[in-house]
């Protein structure tokens, strides 16, 4: 992802972290979801890492989604609600401009079917964006998120994309649940 790209560029993280490993979830889900549950806790809100469920050339990739289904199998063991985001800041690399191109709003829908497809049933409540101004300032205008770039214009132009990626996303998920529960998160 675009966060990948920005840990491995020497300054920009200040203990030269790079977040690969970060807490395990891929690998300790169903322990985590067992504290989740001895903790008596109903819902549990997780991104789907866009990366993980599609490969470079934008096919499916079969074990990223398999790690979700296990997810949602183990929150269903423990009758707790799933509350997932499509998009928490982790961009697929391969698409070059990022938000700064119109079409990632299209890229961005062209995922959100995909995993409505794939996923949806077992999804009550789903987010497109988690906090897009972060995405769209932090990213393009501080340049202290990922892609790292201090422009803002760009910025302008990244938050306006977000925004239509939103709205396609939105759609793109109704046409496969059109009762869904979907909406955006956003940090006023």
């Not at 925004?163 to 046409?175: D, I, P």
Request: some cysteine; overall charge negative.
């Amino acid at each position: 992802s675009i966060w990948d790209d920005f840990c491995a560029q020497p300054g920009r993280i200040k203990d030269g972290g790079d977040g690969k490993v970060a807490c395990d979830h891929y690998h300790r889900y169903a322990d985590d979801i067992a504290l989740l549950a001895d903790l008596g806790f109903k819902h549990y809100r997780f991104s789907i890492a866009w990366p993980r469920v599609m490969h470079r050339d934008g096919s499916v990739n079969a074990a990223g989604i398999d790690f979700y289904k296990r997810l949602l199998d183990e929150l269903d063991k423990h009758g707790i609600t799933p509350n997932a985001t499509l998009f928490h800041w982790d961009l697929p690399s391969r698409l070059d401009g990022g938000w700064l191109q119109r079409d990632t709003a299209y890229r961005f829908a062209d995922y959100a079917h995909l995993m409505a497809q794939h996923l949806g049933d077992r999804l009550p409540r789903v987010a497109t964006l988690n906090e897009p101004w972060c995405s769209a300032f932090l990213g393009y205008d501080l340049g202290v998120f990922a892609p790292g770039v201090q422009n803002r214009e760009a910025a302008l132009s990244a938050a306006h994309h977000l925004l239509l990626a939103h709205g396609l996303g939105v759609q793109a998920w109704r046409s496969e649940h059109a009762d869904a529960s979907v909406g955006i998160v956003l940090n006023p």
